[in-house]
Structure formats: C-alpha cells, structure tokens
C-alpha cells in the first residue's frame, strides 16, 4: 500500500470519528477530545520515527494533529 493510499484511509477515518464524537453529548465529546489528544502525544514521540518512512509517519502526524484540532473544536 502506498503513502497515498494510507492517507486517503486516515481521512476517511478523520471524517467518520468528528462525525461520530459531534453526536456524543457535550461531556462525552471532552473526554474523548482529550483522550484524543493525549494519543496525539504519545504519537508524537521519537519512538515511533525508528525504522518508518519518515514522509508516511510525517503525514500521520499531521492527520493526527488535524483529527486532534477538529475533535476540540466539537467538545
């Protein structure tokens, strides 16, 4: 599978997941927002640079930065 291929795959999943948590009630959307976002930290280690293509796991960064934006703007 190419990078191209795995990016269009996150975004369908950003798509599905902010339309998902945007039906929870409002408490719900902050827990998972936050969880989210403490996810997004832990995949921002240096860690999992080790043995990856650097412009895939640079991209996935991004998404998750972006999923993590979107998910805070619903909560």
Known sequence: ???QSVL???HAQELLIVS???ALPAGERRKVSD???SQVE???APHLSAG???EMTD???AHIRKL???LASCS
Do not use: K, Y
């Open 68 to 70: 993590s934006i979107l």
């Open 42 to 44: 832990l995949a921002e």
């Open 1 to 3: 599978m190419n990078a």
């Open 59 to 61: 991209a996935f960064r």
């Open 52 to 54: 990856h293509d650097r």
């Open 8 to 10: 269009g795959i996150i």
């Open 20 to 22: 998902l948590v945007r």
């Open 35 to 37: 969880e989210f976002q």
